[in-house]
């Protein structure tokens, strides 16, 4: 375990989950498909029929402020959006 940082819960990705049968997650960034298709499948218990990943780089960002500019960086990331069988789902709200 370990391929599997958090969930991803944003309002596009509600949406998504809402009409398809599709779950995000933010991963390791060095795992591959099948890796988190088995992970998925046994922390879940569910069945995975496709995995899609996207890496998204940091962006360099900047604000004006009274002291002056601020520089920083968003991190680097890759996302995976995982579709399920027809039938199962993954509740994120159960242990709240």
Same mark, same amino acid.
Do not use: C, W
């Given at each position: 375990?370990? #391929? =599997?940082? *958090? ?9 998504? %989950?809402? *009409?398809?049968?599709?779950? !995000?997650? #933010?991963?390791?960034?060095? &795992? @591959?498909?099948?890796? =988190? ?9 569910? %069945?995975?029929?496709?995995? @899609?990943? /996207? *890496?998204? /780089?940091? +962006?360099? +960002?900047?604000?004006?402020? +009274? &002291? !002056? #500019? =601020?520089? !920083? +960086? %968003?991190? &680097?990331? *890759?996302? &995976? $959006?995982? %579709? ?5 789902? $993954?509740?994120?709200?159960?242990? #709240?």
């Amino acid at each position: 375990m370990g #391929i =599997i940082i *958090k969930p991803l819960v944003t309002e596009k990705m509600t949406a998504i %989950t809402d *009409k398809q049968n599709r779950f !995000g997650f #933010i991963v390791r960034p060095e &795992a @591959n498909k099948l890796e =988190i298709k088995r992970e998925v499948e046994a922390f879940y218990h569910v %069945t995975v029929i496709e995995v @899609n990943t /996207a *890496k998204y /780089a940091g +962006k360099n +960002k900047s604000r004006y402020t +009274k &002291a !002056g #500019i =601020i520089k !920083g +960086k %968003t991190n &680097a990331y *890759k996302k &995976a $959006i995982v %579709t399920l069988k027809e039938g199962d789902t $993954i509740d994120f709200y159960s242990n #709240i």
